[in-house]
């Protein structure tokens, strides 16, 4: 099997990590984050417009460029090198993903959005009861007559101060934990009823929680596709996370080696301890495992559902550690310097520890992927 990218993913990378490079240092970042808005929304208008990349993942026909979850990754991997706070995740790969898997009039309408940075989507889908169980939900969407009366609350939802769309998971029939009956709605994050409280997140992020007091929505907002399509959109997102955490890797790893090369003791500069140069080799190991996961679980992606889903934890599972493993690393080095705001090097490390449990930890798919093989 050919793993190398085509030119076309080769200049996409080039495009982006040149751009990131001019316009996302680490002092830029901090001016993002320290900002009313928490961002920069100049940052997201050039991605869709002066670069046009958003579009990387989606059909021609939806004015995109041809790709899909390969571009994805790739751009996950940039934007995890400068730990960019702009909401790609939520709103290309899960938000467009979902109108991809969709299709219709609904798609028609969002994806070209997506691309020209008009629409900004926030995946509401965490509940504060439901840990990793994506059929555990309590907010309802009840039937009312063309429509449906959206109630209920949900936790930790990433972009949704900036967000245009909410694309959110409901319960339109059986019981709380129930498969049957999941469905997913992509409504207007400014219809009456909806209340957010929004907070910083610990890696940099803006989120909030997000409750629903009886807010009609439209019938047309419902996105076909049950909780069968919910767990594709987290698989997808997942993979996606791990090439994030590709290029936080590769930067822990870079700044750490670079650390040891300069601090000194006993006159000679660290890197020049044995240990520690084990320590190094380790940790790259480790960055290279992660990248091969990745992309594992990437091209694996158009599978049936469940080598699908072993695929996706496989890769999870072992991003989750070995991430775990190169940011514990970099921080012992460093010190408590490490962890400070002043140097990047904690920044990555905060992204880092965020993705190991996102979507799902290494003991949550260890334990999805022994139940869709082993024990098969």
Known sequence: MD??????????????????????????????????????????????????????????????LGGGALENMIMMEELGKV??????????????????????????????????????????????????????????????????????QKAVVYAAPWATHLLVTARTGGSQRERAGVELFLIDAKLPGVVRRDYPTVDGFQA?????????????????????????????????????????????????????????QFGVPIGKFQVLQHRMADMFIEVEQIASMALMGTLKLDLPAAERKAAVSLAKAKVSRSINFVGQNAIQTHGGIGITQELAIGHYF????????????????????????LSA
């Open 3 to 64: 793993f190398t990218y085509t030119e076309t993913q080769d200049m996409l990378r080039d495009t982006l990590a040149r751009f990131l490079a001019d316009t996302y240092g680490f002092e830029a970042r901090n001016k993002m984050m320290a900002a009313p808005e928490g961002r920069d929304p100049g940052i997201w208008r050039s991605l869709a417009t002066e670069l046009g990349i958003l579009g990387a993942p989606f059909a021609e026909e939806h004015g995109g």
């Open 83 to 152: 730990i960019a706070i702009e909401p790609y995740l939520q709103t290309v790969v899960i938000g467009g993903g979902a109108m991809k898997h969709a299709g219709g009039a609904l798609a028609d309408a969002v994806i070209p959005a997506i691309i020209a940075g008009e629409a900004i989507i926030a995946f509401a889908y965490a509940e504060p009861q439901g840990r990793y169980d994506l059929a555990n939900l309590r907010t309802t969407a009840r039937a009312d007559g063309a429509g449906y009366i959206l109630n209920g």
């Open 208 to 264: 909030s929680e997000v409750y629903f007091e009886n807010v009609a929505i439209p019938g047309d907002a419902l996105v076909s596709g049950g909780i069968d399509l919910v767990e594709k959109l987290v698989d997808e997102a997942t993979v996606a996370v791990c090439g994030e955490a590709c290029g936080i890797s590769r930067k822990l790893h870079e700044g750490t080696l670079d650390y040891t090369k300069q601090r000194k």
């Open 350 to 373: 905060k992204r880092g520890t965020m993705i190991e449990n996102q979507f799902g930890s290494a003991d949550f798919h260890l334990d999805r992927f022994e139940k869709l093989t």
